[in-house]
């Protein structure tokens, strides 16, 4: 605004007037700037409630002659770089001075809420503002907390957080310097709103559930979605469009903030709606989410977990994250702290991998690892059927259910077979299938080697199971024998298996034998044939899976290792009939026919038996 000012020496000098913070700055050629007031205003600002007639009509403020001063010259602290259009912005470190009190001095990093923390005031908001705008608000909560009268306040730039470079990448990875969102308004919060130098319209509020607060003179506002900076430039416009106050200073304080409510869809154990509460100033995180609803699925794609954030007058918000590299880095950017409304969406991995899938039972936001899990075991097992499986089941005796063994360790994979009464001989241990449903209801399957787990150590192949799973064992086309001894003595065989040894042996024929023991050593263990056995063969007889049974003739030879033909392994349920010799066979024909014969003569003889008591 350019005006003509008539001097004490009846000259006209053409001058420049702006304000800042309220204060009229007069400038002349050849001058000083200069201070000067409107009328009827505070000189250092804030706003002026109209009068009746001044709501309705146009003011008109006409403005005195002015001396021009040396004397007069505006503060040092408006002569700063806060006149500056720099907007302040999450993670700034910010230096404020008081030049005529110091122990309010302080540097101050403005936090993912938008506010800083001032001494002896506590927070005050400040996001998005220029320096300018941070020192008046700053002189104005002083001022307001009567701490301070009109203090000069000089805010500088310290320093500024990298900026993020936007990723080409679909799913692009988050960085530290990723900058929170800033907090927005809701039902339940509640804040303080403080207009300069109108203390009958500032006071305490709480956003009801339509996101409406009541202010004096003005009635209904809503603040629903709204930060804070928005909010305190809403009430002012409301205040000065509805001629209530003139140009109204409005700060807003956050007192307590309302709990945060998110939902989670996909690979969660317990999918839902939660509620979850701040921890001092600190909001939930996306891990602390995941495991209030109970941790994630083995099927979990945590690379590209999704965040959708309501926004006002806008779409929503995407937010990605990867939480392995949260996992594996350390990266906090990728663990974002979460805002109400928010909904978490874990998808499903397109493929299967052994390594990732290890790792996730160890990570802090996946369910309690240990706890028992309803599976079924199908196929070849001594016991196929649903179970309850924790990681303490050991397998003792073919077809008993495993029990006892180490506590604390997650249900896995031979685990489940053991409470399944063991592995059987002809079992295909490198095709053994985990069928898992997706939360989508789809079935994925996990294929597993056992086989790489006894030869080469592989532990991932031993792969954790979680709850619904289905562990299906597949009987094997063909059988090697040296294979087969390994695979009797894993852990997830039985410790023993149960045998009969009948007919012309020495001992008790009822044996229990480790899995896979060979036809001879099960003869020894029985005590050997007797003098009455037919020692170059005996019969196997078994039960097969499908119902029938089997019956071949084994002939013994004590020298040869184990194989199918004359020293074959032994299953669980497996008959050995040990039949007589030549000789015993004809023996004991003979005493048959001879019986009768014997019966008769016995009655003939029996008199002279008498006679011979007598003698």
Do not use: C
């Not at 090697?480 to 040894?501: C, K, L, M, Y």
């Not at 003098?531 to 003739?553: C, D, F, K, Q, Y």
């Not at 074959?568 to 000789?583: F, M």
């Amino acid at each position: 605004m350019n005006l003509s000012v008539a001097s004490s020496m009846s000259h006209f000098l053409k001058i420049s007037i702006f304000t800042i913070g309220g204060w009229i700055i007069l400038n002349s050629s050849g001058h000083h700037p200069t201070l000067a007031s409107l009328p009827g205003e505070s000189l250092h600002g804030g706003a002026r409630e109209l009068t009746p007639t001044q709501k309705n009509e146009e003011v008109n403020l006409p403005l005195p002659p002015v001396e021009i001063s040396q004397e007069s010259a505006p503060p040092p602290f408006l002569i700063s770089q806060a006149t500056s259009e720099l907007r302040v912005g999450v993670g700034d470190r910010l230096g404020i001075q008081f030049l005529t009190s110091p122990q309010y001095n302080t540097e101050a990093i403005l936090q993912p809420m938008g506010s800083i923390e001032l001494i002896g005031v506590g927070n005050l908001f400040i996001l998005g503002m220029t320096l300018e705008q941070v020192e008046g608000a700053i002189a104005q909560v002083y001022q307001s907390a009567q701490l301070l009268e009109n203090p000069p306040v000089r805010v500088t730039l310290l320093e500024r957080p990298r900026a993020t470079v936007p990723s080409l990448d679909p799913l692009p990875t988050l960085r530290e310097e990723r900058l929170e969102d800033p907090y927005t308004l809701g039902a339940g919060d509640q804040i303080s709103i403080e207009i300069f130098q109108v203390p009958q319209y500032s006071g305490q509020h709480e956003i009801l559930v339509n996101g409406m607060v009541n202010l004096p003179q003005l009635g209904s506002l809503s603040l629903q979605g709204m930060t804070l900076e928005e909010a305190s430039q809403a009430i002012a416009n409301a205040y000065e469009n509805r001629r209530i106050l003139r140009q109204p200073q409005v700060t807003i304080r956050l007192l307590n903030t309302r709990s945060v409510r998110v939902s989670l869809a996909g690979e969660v154990n317990r999918p839902g709606s939660y509620t979850m509460e701040r921890q001092g100033s600190l909001f939930p995180t996306l891990t602390q989410a995941l495991n209030t609803a109970g941790g994630i699925t083995q099927l979990a794609n945590l690379s590209a977990v999704e965040i959708r954030r309501p926004q006002r007058n806008a779409p929503d918000k995407i937010i990605r994250a990867n939480l392995w590299d949260f996992v594996q880095q350390g990266n906090r950017a990728n663990d974002p702290t979460l805002r109400d409304g928010d909904t978490i969406f874990l998808p499903t991995v397109t493929e299967t991998n052994l390594a990732e899938m290890s790792r996730i039972p160890t990570i802090s936001f996946n369910a309690n690892a240990e706890r028992p899990l309803n599976i079924v075991v199908i196929g070849e097992v001594f016991r196929p059927g649903p179970y309850t499986v924790t990681g303490a089941a050991r397998t003792g005796a073919a077809g008993l259910p495993g029990g006892g063994g180490m506590a604390g360790v997650p249900p896995t994979v031979t685990r489940a077979i053991q409470v399944a009464g063991g592995i059987k001989p002809q079992a295909d241990i490198r095709r053994i299938q985990i069928r898992r449903r997706t939360n989508l209801e789809e079935e994925r399957i996990v294929e597993v080697n056992l086989w790489e787990l006894l030869r080469e150590g592989d532990s991932l192949q031993d792969v954790v199971l979680q709850e619904g799973d289905t562990v299906f064992v597949p009987i094997a086309p063909e059988l090697n024998p040296e294979e087969a001894i390994q695979i009797a003595e894993a852990s997830f065989s039985p410790d023993t298996i149960g045998v009969r040894v009948v007919g012309e042996i020495r001992g008790n024929g009822a044996l229990r034998i480790p899995p896979n023991t060979p036809l001879n050593q099960a003869i020894v263990e029985a005590g050997g044939f007797n003098i009455r056995a037919h020692t170059r063969s005996v019969e196997l007889v078994r039960l097969n899976p499908n119902g029938t049974v089997t019956r071949r003739t084994i002939e013994i030879d004590f020298g040869a290792p184990i194989n199918d033909d004359n020293n074959p392994a032994l299953r669980n349920n497996d008959v050995i009939l040990v039949r007589r010799s030549t000789l015993a066979t004809v023996s004991d024909t003979l005493s048959e026919i001879t019986r009768p014969l014997d019966q008769t003569l016995g009655l003939f003889l029996f008199p002279l038996r008498i006679f011979n008591i007598f003698n």
